[in-house]
């Protein structure tokens, strides 16, 4: 503080004059007060311009222990299996009343003969026929969707049920023929059918998949035709290819055929399974 003595000695004129303190003397806790900008955490940092923002992740949804192995049950082969049946079902139903039909003409115009002990009269055929076309339909009908799996070749030709039931009056019609038309001898009218049979795969299935069963279908059946006639089981007249007709592996292919064809339609509302090699 300095005291000094204006012109005028009436008053005393204090002059005071203040000085910062120095940094030595500051007490601590006091000083001059600076305000700093808050810390960001990382993880809430701005986004720069140009920089991607990494997705949040994503929590999985807890599985509930379902047994020992911790495995959920298999769905989708559940459903298939009932599909399965299902097809089985309807496919034994059509080959037994194919069999009971088509084997009536048969029996009908002495084309095929069966020992009197066995005939039913209302059907007049042996009890076992139908039983066993009714599962060699249901193999067939579920091996046809099953080999077109398999290859990767889906079937797609004429795939609805207008198309099925015109392949099955075809059908019938063959077998019908080879009943009912007369010819000079079994070589012209076997191969007469054989041209209908093909002329059946060529306009309602056309694969060569159809194709290989078809002739696959015709040679297992005609020779299983051939060991049942040889041990007495039923004969054919006029037999001239071996002990049976030449022109009945046509009928087993044209019916491979028909029945493959009502198999692969009953797939059609199944998903299938892409085939892994």
Same mark, same amino acid.
């Given at each position: 503080?300095?005291?000094?003595?204006?012109?005028?000695?009436?008053?005393?004129?204090?002059?005071?004059?203040?000085?910062?303190?120095? +940094?030595?003397?500051?007490?601590? #806790?006091?000083?001059?007060?600076?305000?700093?900008?808050?810390?960001?955490?990382?993880?809430?940092?701005? %986004?720069?311009?140009?920089?991607?923002?990494?997705?949040?992740?994503?929590?999985?949804?807890?599985?509930?222990?379902?047994?020992?192995?911790?495995?959920?049950?298999?769905?989708?082969?559940?459903?298939?299996?009932?599909?399965?049946? %299902?097809?089985?079902?309807?496919?034994?139903?059509? #080959?037994?009343?194919?069999?009971?039909?088509?084997?009536?003409?048969?029996?009908?115009?002495?084309?095929?003969?069966?020992?009197? %002990?066995?005939?039913?009269?209302?059907?007049?055929?042996?009890?076992?026929?139908?039983?066993?076309?009714?599962?060699?339909?249901?193999?067939? #009908?579920?091996?046809?969707?099953c080999i077109d799996s398999h290859l990767g070749e889906p079937h797609k030709f004429k795939r609805e049920w207008a198309s099925v039931m015109r392949c099955v009056a075809v059908f019938v019609g063959i077998n019908h023929a080879s009943a009912k038309l007369d010819f000079a001898n079994n070589?012209?009218?076997?191969?007469?059918?054989?041209?209908?049979?093909?002329?059946?795969?060529?306009?309602?299935?056309?694969?060569?998949?159809?194709?290989?069963?078809?002739?696959?279908?015709?040679?297992?059946?005609?020779?299983?035709?051939?060991?049942?006639?040889?041990? #007495?089981?039923?004969?054919?007249?006029?037999?001239?290819?071996?002990?049976?007709?030449?022109?009945? +592996?046509?009928?087993?292919?044209?019916?491979?055929?028909?029945?493959?064809?009502?198999?692969?339609?009953?797939?059609?509302?199944?998903? %299938?399974? +892409?085939?892994?090699?």
């Amino acid at each position: 503080m300095d005291v000094g003595t204006p012109s005028n000695p009436g008053y005393l004129l204090a002059t005071v004059t203040f000085r910062p303190p120095s +940094p030595s003397c500051t007490p601590r #806790g006091l000083g001059r007060l600076t305000h700093s900008p808050p810390l960001i955490p990382s993880c809430h940092q701005p %986004e720069q311009p140009g920089q991607h923002k990494p997705d949040p992740p994503t929590a999985r949804p807890l599985r509930p222990p379902t047994g020992p192995g911790d495995s959920l049950p298999d769905t989708s082969a559940t459903q298939s299996q009932g599909c399965s049946m %299902e097809r089985s079902l309807v496919l034994f139903s059509v #080959g037994v009343v194919l069999a009971l039909v088509l084997n009536l003409l048969q029996v009908q115009r002495n084309v095929t003969l069966f020992p009197e %002990e066995v005939i039913a009269t209302i059907f007049s055929s042996a009890w076992w026929v139908p039983p066993c076309c009714g599962t060699a339909a249901a193999v067939v #009908g579920l091996l046809y969707p099953c080999i077109d799996s398999h290859l990767g070749e889906p079937h797609k030709f004429k795939r609805e049920w207008a198309s099925v039931m015109r392949c099955v009056a075809v059908f019938v019609g063959i077998n019908h023929a080879s009943a009912k038309l007369d010819f000079a001898n079994n070589v012209q009218l076997s191969l007469t059918l054989a041209a209908l049979s093909l002329g059946l795969w060529w306009t309602f299935d056309r694969s060569r998949s159809g194709l290989g069963l078809g002739i696959t279908i015709a040679f297992l059946a005609t020779l299983i035709t051939q060991l049942l006639v040889y041990n #007495g089981v039923y004969q054919y007249t006029s037999p001239d290819f071996l002990y049976i007709r030449s022109w009945l +592996p046509c009928i087993f292919f044209s019916g491979g055929v028909t029945v493959g064809n009502i198999g692969r339609q009953l797939a059609m509302g199944v998903p %299938e399974k +892409p085939h892994s090699d």
